[in-house]
């Protein structure tokens, strides 16, 4: 099932009294998370319909259905809501969404085994895949770049990656 589900954003606390939440938003255009409403919870026990009350920092202030009181709004802090696959737009052949790049297999230009993506995040400067090499305790961060991986084979669950002289 989470195959068909894209995270899409998440509840970051309460915004006011009156069960308004404060919603960050992951899509290309913050806005358009409204769009693709009803969203989900990662179990699917529960769906929300979003109405974007206004612009805050670092996100939105929105409704949730079935969210009346503050106490409601709390209680949904840290939950990240998923939009189902379908609704979302088709992407160019060299972006992805990230949860189709995690536990993909990661190998060097020579074939390599570098390890499996973790995670995948953005600080802010650029995306970084989160390698578990196999028998490490740490990870490596990769950036993901077209220069660092060159090759992204979703059908064959596989990145090919060029890192940086001395990250593995």
């Keep these: 099932m989470m195959a068909d589900l894209i995270c899409v954003g998440a509840i970051a606390g309460s915004f006011g009294v009156h069960g308004e939440v404060r919603l960050k938003s992951f899509t290309a255009e913050p806005t358009a998370i409204a769009d693709y409403a009803p969203l989900t919870t990662e179990d699917g026990k529960d769906s929300y319909s979003i109405i974007l ?4 920092k670092n996100g939105f202030a929105a409704r949730l259905g079935g969210v009346k009181t503050k106490e409601d709004a709390d209680a949904l802090k840290g939950v990240k809501l998923y939009a189902k696959r379908e609704k979302l737009p088709s992407l160019p ?27 995948v995040m953005n600080h802010g400067a650029a995306d970084l895949l989160e390698l578990q090499a196999k028998g490490q305790e740490n990870t490596i961060l990769l950036p993901f770049t077209r220069d660092v991986v060159p090759t992204v084979d979703l059908h064959g669950g596989r990145i090919v990656a060029d890192p940086p002289e001395g990250l593995t």
């Design 93 to 119: 052949d060299d972006e992805y969404y990230y949860s189709d790049l995690i536990g993909l297999e990661v190998f060097d230009t020579g074939g390599a085994y570098l390890g499996h993506v973790k995670a």
């Design 53 to 56: 009350t206004r612009p805050i």
